[in-house]
């Protein structure tokens, strides 16, 4: 348990039986009045974002999850399969669990899941993922007169805005957090 007071940006909560993640704290105290802490938080498994407010003093059931390494294997329909890379046990997850980020997983990706109870409910990414170009436009010297950028498909499905030196076979390197090109790998 801890209170109300004590909860910072990235503390995890279970609330009504669900998984919660802090996004943001702020503690207010007004003049005579009692103080109060306002929490943003994010349910793990659906992504909803709700806020409540509580006292400084109320208890909290705050969880640690366990964070283990992992590599992504492969997946079959909504199905994301990876390989624990110490013990080698397959845990799964769901597509909705994932959401957009499945578009950065490639074959043999090492990354991290978070396991609460010995159930895997999130996925941490590496800041930058290296991805296969295989369609884009032909980019054509003299199109722009200063820089220019086309959209690329990458081998995931991902799309991106690409340099005009970028073509069909090209690696590039792309921000996981925003979801944009980087550079030419």
Known sequence: MIAAADTRKGTTL???GQLYRVLDYKHTHLGRGSARVSLTLRNIT???AVERVFGPEDKLDDVRLELR???YLYHSDDLYHF???ETYEQ????REVLGDRVLFLKEGLALKLSFYEGV???MELP???DLKVVETAPGVRGDTAQGGSKPAVLETGLVVKVPLFISVGDTVRVDTRTGEYVTRA
């Open 91 to 94: 845990p799964v997850l769901g």
């Open 127 to 129: 800041v930058t993922v």
């Open 83 to 85: 390989m624990d890379r």
């Open 69 to 71: 390494d992992v590599q």
């Open 46 to 48: 659906s992504g909803a």
């Open 120 to 122: 895997p409910v999130e």
């Open 14 to 16: 279970v609330m009504e």
